[in-house]
């Protein structure tokens, strides 16, 4: 079965500073997908990236980047230069390859940046 | 940009009653899931449908659930007689089903309440 883990529930930050976010998973398939989305005070769910088993690359987009490490089963996010608007909650997702469609959530961390 | 779009956003409803949440997925996907978050905790899946028939289902989707795809464009969850702890955040989502480049996208969210 697959398992996803977000240590931290909650982080608080002052805005322009630089917060991580930590992922680590479960899996014993050799082929899956990783995922963040964010779940911003109105609830809806954004999906920021996806990263594919097969593909190390780290990858960064504007104030976001993401470190995939598999040697230690971790997907993290970095934001730099925090802001109030990145205020929401950070899910970390799983899903193995196949047929299988499932996304496994982890129970997310609540950021907090403050002014 | 397309979306995923559900209604109602709110649904307050008596235990026993039947319910129906409605969502219009993206149009060229053809992939459908139905996610819950019950308030304060994760994501957690309850059933994928393809080709018209269900592909994927948890535990959590037992007999008092159903979907089904009534039209073109229209994809439901029934939950034949709710229960108290059927109250949650139910989100729909879609997907191409084309396979490692595949993502999932959700809908806004409906707040069910069952008193």
């Known amino acids: 079965a697959q398992k996803v883990t977000q240590a931290q529930t909650e982080i608080s930050v002052v805005e322009k500073e630089d917060v991580t976010l930590d992922c680590v998973y479960e899996?014993?398939?050799?082929?899956?997908?990783l995922f963040w989305y964010k779940q911003p005070p109105s609830g809806e769910l954004v999906f920021l990236i996806r990263?594919?088993?097969?593909?190390?690359q780290n990858e960064i987009s504007g104030r976001y980047s993401w470190n995939f490490q598999k040697s230690t089963s971790s997907f993290n996010f970095t934001i730099t230069a925090s802001q109030v608007v990145d205020s929401a909650v950070y899910f970390c997702?799983?899903?193995?390859?196949?047929?299988?469609?499932?996304?496994?959530f982890g129970s997310g961390t609540q950021l907090t940046v403050l002014p | 940009e397309p979306e995923v779009t559900q209604t109602p956003s709110h649904q307050v409803t008596q235990m026993g009653q039947e319910v129906i949440l409605r969502c219009v997925p993206i149009?060229?996907?053809?992939?459908f899931y139905w996610y819950r978050q019950i308030l304060g905790q994760k994501v957690e899946f309850l059933v994928s449908?393809?080709?018209?028939?269900?592909?994927?289902k948890s535990e959590i989707f037992d007999d008092q659930f159903s979907v089904e795809r009534p039209d073109g464009s229209n994809f439901t969850l029934k939950i034949r007689s709710t229960k108290l702890e059927d109250s949650a955040m139910y989100f729909c989502?879609?997907?191409?089903?084309?396979?490692?480049?595949?993502?999932?996208?959700f809908g806004p969210g409906t707040r069910l309440l069952v008193l």
């Open positions: 449908f393809y080709n018209n028939e269900i592909s994927e």
């Open positions: 997702a799983l899903r193995i390859g196949g047929s299988a469609r499932q996304l496994t």
């Open positions: 899996t014993r398939d050799t082929t899956y997908y």
């Open positions: 149009s060229n996907h053809l992939y």
């Open positions: 990263r594919n088993s097969f593909d190390e």
């Open positions: 989502a879609s997907s191409t089903g084309t396979g490692y480049q595949e993502t999932q996208y």
